[in-house]
């Protein structure tokens, strides 16, 4: 009696294994980016709903100083506040920077008071930054 076992070779299982490591090596870093990108995003709309926010207190109080950071809404992966040096009685200035517990991220985002926003990428002494 003669019964054959048909199964997959050894060359076939690595041949298999070596296609989905490349596959994972070209798909992580775009879902990676992907989502980098989904955050910023998020952090703009957090902005923005800020920036009414503060519209609406200077509507009551005619001027953006001594707002107080209460009325901020906070973001998940970034902490948004005011800028003290560039924000003054009739124009401010939102900062979203990074969270230290969100360390895959080296950009911040900032938003005018005449809604003009720019991502920025480094620290204060080598800030480069873009219109959004």
Same mark, same amino acid.
């Given at each position: ?9 050894? $060359? *076939? =299982?690595? %041949? ?6 490349? $596959?994972? =090596?070209?798909?992580?870093? &775009? ?9 910023? *995003? &998020? $952090?703009? #709309? ?10 609406? !207190? ?6 953006? @100083? #001594?707002?107080?950071?209460? $009325?901020?809404?906070?973001? *998940? !992966?970034? /902490?948004? =506040?005011? /800028? ?10 939102? %900062?979203?920077?990074?969270?230290? &517990? +969100?360390? =895959?991220?080296?950009?911040?985002? *900032?938003?005018?008071? /005449?809604? @003009? @926003?720019? %991502?920025?990428? #480094?620290? /204060? ?6 219109? +959004?």
């Amino acid at each position: 009696m003669n019964t054959s076992i048909r199964g997959f070779t050894l $060359l *076939e =299982a690595l %041949v298999t294994i070596i296609i989905i490591g490349i $596959l994972a =090596a070209i798909a992580i870093p &775009s879902f990676q980016k992907f989502i980098h990108d989904s955050r910023l *995003e &998020s $952090l703009r #709309g957090d902005l923005l709903a800020n920036a009414h926010t503060l519209e609406r !207190y200077y509507a009551q109080h005619h001027t953006f @100083v #001594g707002a107080p950071t209460t $009325l901020l809404k906070q973001h *998940e !992966y970034f /902490d948004i =506040a005011l /800028d003290a040096n560039q924000t003054n009685a009739n124009n401010f200035v939102l %900062v979203g920077t990074p969270k230290s &517990s +969100y360390t =895959a991220e080296n950009r911040s985002m *900032e938003l005018t008071s /005449d809604g @003009v @926003v720019t %991502v920025c990428t #480094g620290t /204060d002494s080598s800030k480069s930054c873009l219109l +959004y």
